[in-house]
C-alpha cells in the first residue's frame, strides 16, 4: 500500500476555493492548522516577521499525488512571495484505529 502525505502552507483566504478544488477531484479527509512562520521573503516593515498561513496535510494514495499537488498549485498561486510551499512525504504504514487495521487513505 504506497501512500503519501501532502503538506501545503497557504494563505487563509484561499481555503475555500481550495475546499471545492478537492471536492472536485474527490479527496477527503484533510487536516487543516493555523501555523504562523516566515520564509524567504521578509517583511522589512512588520514588528512580527511571522505570518498567519494554514496548514493542510493529506494523506493520499501515490497515485493521486501529482493531481493533488496540481489542484492545491492552482488554487494557492497567486504569483506573490508568500504563496506557500508543499511538500511531499512518504507514508511507510496507515492504520484506522477504528478497525484497528492497516488501510488505504
Same mark, same amino acid.
Given at each position: 500500500?504506497?501512500?503519501?502525505? *501532502? *503538506?501545503?502552507?497557504?494563505? &487563509?483566504? *484561499? ?16 487536516? @487543516? ?13 512588520? /514588528?512580527?516577521?511571522? @505570518?498567519?498561513?494554514?496548514? @493542510? ?14 489542484? @492545491? ?8 512571495? !508568500? /504563496? !506557500?510551499?508543499?511538500?511531499?512525504? &512518504? ?5 484506522? *484505529? ?6 488505504? &487513505?
Amino acid at each position: 500500500m504506497e501512500s503519501q502525505c *501532502v *503538506v501545503a502552507i497557504i494563505r &487563509p483566504d *484561499v481555503l475555500a476555493s481550495l475546499r471545492k478544488a478537492l471536492h472536485a477531484i474527490h479527496t477527503h479527509g484533510v487536516t @487543516i492548522s493555523k501555523v504562523r512562520g516566515f520564509g524567504a521573503h521578509l517583511n522589512p516593515y512588520a /514588528d512580527d516577521e511571522a @505570518i498567519g498561513h494554514l496548514k @493542510i496535510e493529506i494523506f493520499v494514495r501515490t497515485a493521486d499525488v501529482d493531481t493533488l499537488v496540481a489542484a @492545491i498549485m492552482k488554487v494557492a498561486h497567486v504569483g506573490a512571495p !508568500g /504563496d !506557500g510551499v508543499i511538500a511531499v512525504l &512518504p507514508v511507510s504504514h496507515f492504520y484506522s *484505529v477504528h478497525t484497528m487495521t492497516e488501510v488505504l &487513505p
